[in-house]
């Protein structure tokens, strides 16, 4: 089936640094893929939504100059937290669809750690 | 304003017994639902989904049924079994809608199986 590789599993960084965060779509093409994140026992809240080649459609109160979205190939989307602070620290996961395909394929996560 | 709720956090279920976890929605243009199963610190795994046109969708031990007048869905598990334990999330979208392929995930119900 559809496999979504999401890298890195966990990262912890210093606050004021960037952090990236990669996922890619190894056997089908992604046209659309979405952003998540999660906190402790919370549900699963959407940061943003970017189709290839366009610009991301960010989630009211989600700040787009602090979590950048790159969608520039069809297998390949980033989502880079920039100016990482203590409260950016939380689980990303990212989920791809292809066009016409009803399915949403998940990756595995990204435990991030912002000290 | 949560558009899709599961009003159990958690539930406890004797093994071979069933499982039902529920969910609501309010808005009426979802048309598409999906069932997630999640562990800490790992992506979502899917489950089952249904489209609005049907009442029902099985696949194995996995049911899962709609009620569109009552927007209420629910996901019965039979035999429950101890690696059914996990986090089951209630998901849904808006396929027919032109860019509004996004999933709103419901906040998750815990479920325990116990010996």
Redesign the interface.
């Known amino acids: 089936g559809a496999v979504v590789s999401q890298h890195p599993s966990r990262v912890i960084c210093k606050s004021g640094t960037s952090v990236k965060i990669e996922c890619r779509s190894l056997d089908f093409q992604a046209t659309t893929m979405f952003w998540y994140r999660q906190f402790p026992k919370q549900s699963l809240m959407l940061m943003a939504t970017s189709n290839e080649g366009s610009k991301a459609t960010y989630e009211q109160g989600v700040e787009k100059d602090k979590f950048l979205i790159n969608h520039a190939s069809l297998t390949l989307s980033t989502l880079t937290v920039t100016s990482a602070h203590p409260e950016d620290s939380s689980f990303y996961i990212c989920s791809a669809r292809e066009r016409f395909n009803y399915g949403y394929t998940f990756g595995s996560g990204t435990r991030l750690t912002v000290v | 304003d949560q558009q899709v709720k599961q009003n159990s956090p958690s539930l406890s279920v004797q093994e071979g017994r069933i499982s039902i976890l529920n969910c609501d929605y309010t808005n009426s243009m979802f048309d598409?639902f999906?069932w997630?199963k999640k562990y800490p610190?790992?992506?979502?795994?899917?489950l089952i989904?249904i489209?609005s046109i049907k009442d029902k969708n099985e696949d194995g031990r996995f049911t899962v049924f709609l009620n569109k007048s009552a927007k209420h869905l629910s996901l019965h598990i039979v035999p429950s079994q101890p690696g059914d334990s996990a986090v089951y999330?209630c998901?849904a979208?808006a396929?027919r809608i032109q860019g509004a392929?996004?999933?709103?995930?419901?906040?998750?119900t815990r479920l325990t199986i116990n010996p």
Do not use: D, W
């Open positions: 598409y999906l997630y610190a790992e992506g979502p795994t899917f989904s489209s999330f998901a979208s396929l392929q996004k999933l709103v995930f419901g906040q998750g």
